[in-house]
């Protein structure tokens, strides 16, 4: 089979004239001496001949000027290009113009249903959360100190000093929780200023220690600056300054130390009374528990709802009235209580 | 833009060459005279290789206008290494090949009698006997020529192809192969194989 298939490959090669010369003359010979190759031959030849034979058809009336003008149109979309390509930009520019008049246009039509439909009061709450802004917190009460400037206060004019020495008499009641403690801190106070030896009376009761002793105003001072440590022990104190009416003190609530300190260390009696006074004034104030009234409300800063602190100011003049009391005698009396 | 074009056809129309080698290279250059010399010269055996191939005139016109028209603007990519005929043939020749690809229609029906009694008495002496009946005159018959080419159509594609440019179109094997890009041995076999099975449908038909 496969050689009948090689025969007529050679045989039609033969016939197309594609042999060379020494193929061809082989497939001459056998051609001439093999009858059934023959055949086949003749037959291959026949068939040739009424292939090459068949009718040739021409192109179709004006198929070249079909083809020019396919062409031509061809020439002139390419010589358009860079026309398609501006109008291409174009559309692209008009598109996006649509699209931001369309924005704008949603935009004014949102405006305007937020301001139909969304209440007044609510709007910037709705602006607040979308905008994702802190809100101020809201106050809810009225500040119990308005922020006002304080006024100018006139120089008030203090009286002239009297002549007469009053001697400096205080008495200082500290509350405890832990008395013994606060007691003994006291004693090595007095130990280590060197008053222990001037203490007239030491009263030691179920609760309660009483300590009395008269000494110089630097002494005193001395020994007020050291008593300082003890305050951290105590859970209130309170000062009583004597004053020129026998039997009546100025009684100053909530001490500090400092605040003692300070009325003690004032250059005479007026100065020590009038501290005393307005000491005592500021603790007062600064004693109601505003917050107290506030306390079941949430939300709110607690900061506000601390009133500001009265203070002394500077403007309040007053006579610088000089006497030297280092040598003043003194007389101070102190009382741990527990609580 | 056409006017344009005009002038430019009728500028070029004093200068051209009838060299193929010559029309190419202005028609590569833009001289639409020598695009429509080369379009003349060659349209008929392109049309009629489209045809044979096709076996339909509307396809093989559409056909051969594309093939012209791709030719002609690939024609700067044209590298002159084998002759332009080969190379337009090629064209032509792959796009009714993807064309009938495309559009296979898988014919069943029997040649027997496309053929009246006559014609069918000749062509079946004509084939088997030795009676020397004048293959041109036979061929002419228009029910023989319809029934060569109905047979054609029959042939696988690549068989076919090969069929109607060695004896339609008369092309060397050399020229066959250059223009279906394959060795010339797969030409040969091709060749072989085309020509038996066309035969082969042929007698069917006349028997």
Redesign the interface.
Known sequence: MKDM?LI??LL??YI?G?LDERKNNEVKRLIDNDKQIRRLF???S???????????????EG??E???K???R???LA?TGEYHRAGKRHLVLRRLTTVAAVLVLLAMLGIVVFDIFVPKADRQKLVNSVFERKEKPQVLYEKPFAEVKPAEIEAIPVPAPKTTTIPLVVKLTLMTDSPVETDWLIGKVLTNTGLFDKTTAVERNTGSVKYVLNCSSDSLLNLLGELSFVWPKCTDATLEVGTEQAGKYITVNSVTAQQVLDICKADNYTQRVRMANDIAMINAATAVDVSKQYVAKDNIDYDLLMPNKPVLTATEKTEQLKSDNTLEQTNLTIMVIRK | ??KF?QERLKAASGNISIDEASLVAQARAGN?DS??RL??KY??R???TI??LCGN?AD??EL??DA??RA??GLKDFKGQSSFYTWLFRIAVNLTLNFCKKNSRVSFQSLQNELDEDAGRQLKD??VD?KTTD??E???KKEV?GL??KALEKLDPQQRAV?VL???E?M??TEIANTLEMEIGTV??R??RG??N??EI?EAAVQ
């Open positions: 298939e007529e490959e039609n090669s197309d594609e003749d037959s291959l026949r068939y040739k001949k009424l292939m090459g034979a068949v009718a040739s058809d021409k192109a179709p198929f070249c079909s083809v020019t396919h062409l031509e061809h020439i002139l010589d | 833009m056409v074009i639409m695009v429509e379009i003349l349209q008929d392109i049309y009629n045809l044979k005139e093989a016109a051969a206008q012209f028209i002609i603007q004509y084939l030795k293959p041109s036979l061929a002419a020529n060569i080419l069929v060695r004896d339609i008369q060397s094997y040969k076999s060749i072989a020509r038996k066309l035969r042929l």
